[in-house]
């Protein structure tokens, strides 16, 4: 194809793209509310814990309940329509890759969404017991007035920020199979790799929750010697390949 033919296609892959975003928002909509609901459970338990302060969300401008409305309806239509643009990038990128590489964004997607989505679910559910803890430094005579569009900007980035770390290992997998990133080089870093996953779930998490903290750095210690264990395994196949060829060679 030609360089006009590409950005013809690509046009036709952002479109399609688009409109199952945009329709799918239209329909989150009207989810919103219940999205808020559970948005604002973490906030009201602050004062039912037994902290003796109020705490609710507040719009600080006229359009605020709207905007955020709309943001969490973009959110929803982006999240939900993934499988629809994901296979227009797929389907824009397949036609350059040779079999091999296919196999390997096969993998990859089939990996990796599933490791995302535990992710997020992840960061959801430690996000009362952030919240909980941050909150415990107001007095009882003071009242929390959250932000709504900071606090949900908060909880966004908590998911999304825990969802790409465990998709991490897949990236050094990926790394290894087209030859980037050795085995070796993987496994020997791996006090660097448990130094890195701790001070991610120390920032992620408040310093003083500590079981959150290693409920966050356990499963992502896992996925790491995962991807050892996976690389590994691809480098002794690759070396046994290549010594039968070498071996060949000889004769």
Known sequence: MSLGQHLIELRKRLFRAVIAIAVLAIAGWF?????????REPVTQLASNGGGHTAELNFPVISG????????????????SSPVWLYQIWAFI???????????????????????????????????????????????????????KAYYDFVIKLVLAVGI???????????NFVGVLSAKSIIGSWRIAIICILI?????????????????????VVLYIGACAVTWLHDR?????????????DL
């Open 31 to 39: 989810v919103t509310p219940f999205v808020l609901d559970a948005l």
């Open 65 to 80: 309940a709207f905007d955020l409305r709309l943001q969490i309806a973009i959110t929803i239509g982006i999240v939900v």
């Open 94 to 148: 397949v036609p350059a890759l040779v079999r091999k590489e296919k196999l390997y964004l096969v993998g990859f997607f089939g990996t990796a969404i599933p490791l995302f989505l535990a992710g997020c679910w992840f960061g959801w559910y430690v996000l009362p017991h952030i919240v909980g803890i941050l909150g415990s430094f107001v007095s009882n005579q003071d009242t929390s007035i959250v932000d709504a």
């Open 165 to 175: 770390a465990f998709v991490l290992p897949v990236f050094l997998v990926l790394l």
């Open 200 to 220: 991610f779930t120390a920032l992620v998490t408040p310093s003083a929750d500590v079981a959150s903290m290693f409920l966050l750095a356990v499963p992502m």
């Open 237 to 249: 196949r690759a070396a046994k390949r290549q010594a039968l060829l070498d071996a060949e060679y």
